[in-house]
């Protein structure tokens, strides 16, 4: 689940703070950013047991309406969604249920918050097509929580709020993690029952060794990255650059010299996106041209050992 994408974020918040906390100790700051990236792989694990949770407060409501009506002689409520197939599958994830053991966690702790997004959700238009539709299989039943996910959790100011106060980690990361907890909700299979695979903590070992060498070589060779940004920027106001934006440039450098299988374009790329996100809005623009500067210096001084597009 951890890709690269988030390892990108998290270095470039990791070496933000650590230059600014003035520490100086590598070793900490490394620990922290894995750390870091532990607690993303928390909460997506988190946002799939609230499936879980909203489920679990279905069926108290179901349990009250179910006595009522057995008391007045009415017509019992439906079980539909209260036992929707998806979500009984998710209960009985065999990795997910070891993950929320191991971590000590239960959305049972926060009654308020479910009862709030269970009367959300049983207003909203989703939830009222889905009890009234005449498809009832397990694609109908997975379909309407990816639906609900993407309208009622994705964006939810009170979710987004709770979660902060468990975690400082969690608001920057739930926009990325919301992404992975959708692609697992499409991708779950009825066969598979209670061993359906979740995402790994990592896409691979690789990509864990990626976090620690990018971080380790942007701290450990600052000064001389700094160096070529200030070789590469005669025609550039370099005095003016955000502080921000030297931490993005830096790492950037730090991508494009110590991973040979990462093409340039894919580093700049990656690194603009990140200035729209963390720095000033003329910034994207500005670090584009910079790095390009950069990588085409450090081609033709034979630091950099890439093939780069010649300029049009």
Known sequence: MINRELIRIKVVQLTYAYYQNGSKNIDAAEKELIFSLSKAYDLYNYLLAL???ITHESRRH???AQSRAQREGTEMPSQRFAY???AMQLEENRMLNDFMEAQKKN???EPEFLKK???QITESQIYKDYMAAPEDDYNADREVWRKLYRTLIQDN???DALLEEQSLYWNDDKETVDTFVLKTIKRFDEKNKANQELLPEYDSEEDRDYARKLFRATIMNGNEYQHYMSEASRNWDFSRLAYMDIVIMQIAIAEMLTFPSIPISVTINE?????KLYSTPRSAG????MLDAIARHLIETGRLLKHMEERK
């Open 51 to 53: 499936i879980v949770g």
């Open 62 to 64: 179901l349990e009250v």
């Open 84 to 86: 929707n197939r998806f």
């Open 107 to 109: 959305w049972n702790d």
């Open 117 to 119: 997004i269970y009367t």
């Open 157 to 159: 100011s009170d979710l």
């Open 271 to 275: 690194y603009v996106e990140l200035a």
């Open 286 to 289: 500005y670090i584009n041209g």
